[in-house]
């Protein structure tokens, strides 16, 4: 990355199983496979992971930060799951991490501060976030980024 580029911040919504999977795989995946929000990202961003539940249908509540992880490249490429489903990945490299529960972070964040309706953002599936925002999350996941 240039110097005079400037990293962005992101937060991708994905089930915890599904995360597993990317983190112990080295990519990113979200928004049921499409590629826009992939191609939005640039080399050197950061992307946490916010899973609402442990998988994607009938898991349980978990509405935690679940991984973090910086974009390594400009590739974003399809992937054959199976011969329906071909979805598209990045490739990022992850950092250890511990899950951070979102609710002891209301009140700090920007995007959900004072809102009653805080999980309407998430519905999205991918939204860019403020380097403030994101150093509150990466210290609630024990990790020092910046």
């Not at 990022?92 to 209301?106: D, S, T």
């Amino acid at each position: 990355m240039k110097e005079s580029e400037k990293a962005s911040y992101w937060i991708g919504v994905v089930s915890a199983l599904h995360v597993q999977q990317g983190v112990s795989g080295g990519f990113a995946q979200m928004c049921h496979g499409k590629s826009a929000p992939l191609r939005k990202m640039k080399p050197g961003d950061w992307l946490v992971y916010y899973s609402p539940r442990t998988e994607i249908k009938g898991g349980e509540p978990l509405q935690a930060f679940t991984a973090i992880g910086k974009v390594k490249d400009e590739h974003v490429y399809e992937y054959a799951m199976s011969e329906t489903f071909v979805p598209y990945r990045r490739d990022i490299e992850y950092m250890p991490c511990e899950e951070a529960r979102i609710r002891e972070l209301l009140d700090q964040l920007s995007f959900t501060r004072g809102k009653p309706n805080w999980g309407y953002v998430f519905r999205t599936g991918h939204f860019e976030i403020s380097q403030a925002d994101f150093c509150i999350i990466a210290e609630a996941m024990n990790v020092a980024v910046l």
